[in-house]
């Protein structure tokens, strides 16, 4: 690729994923630079899950993939945006957005899914 | 707050700045708690510089500071979005967004500024 990505001493960006169609801010995770490649061959978000330790498809469990349009860099080359197309809700919890609160506590975002329909823990 | 922020092992969390009107990504930084203090209590964006190890109030050597209107938490408490009226632009490049390019390393961003009539280094 054409522009240096920042990996840092852990390995790992912080990605934003936006809503191409309407910007909607959906998340934040973090990227690998295996995590990168796969979503620029696949066009399908990937991730680095840091609790779990390994690499991850958004979606891949509940289906609610993002289609990704383009791939920003910000000016240091330490972070990323991806603009998607969020199949259902970007949040587990069944948040269209994972920003779905104020630091007040103050729900404001559209619930998309319940959570226990599409996750099952059994 | 009511809402817990885990600003984690190194004491700070990432934070999205988007524009509140237009929804553009603008920047991704980083926020201590001191910082988020300060955002809340002076409406105006404040981050933490880990290269500079100091708070940082958007905008205070440029005049392009962020006025939030709200703060949201994600899912995990783990990451912020800043919703912000900014003046000028967020980019010390000149750019409105620091992402201002695709990871192909094309320019897609607006420029609003000459950095060079902005920060005075002499």
Known sequence: MTVDVDF???????????????????????????ALERTRETGHAHYYSRSRDELWEKG????HVQHVEEVRVDCDGDALLYLVDQEGG?????????????????AVGDRVFDPDEVYDDG
């Open 60 to 63: 891949a469990t509940s289906g």
């Open 90 to 106: 970007a949040c587990h919890t069944g948040y269209r957005s994972c920003f779905y609160r104020t630091v007040e506590g103050e």
């Open 8 to 34: 840092g001493s852990d390995g790992l960006v912080p990605a934003v994923a936006q809503d191409a169609d309407s910007g909607e801010v959906l998340m934040l995770a973090y990227v690998s630079p295996e």
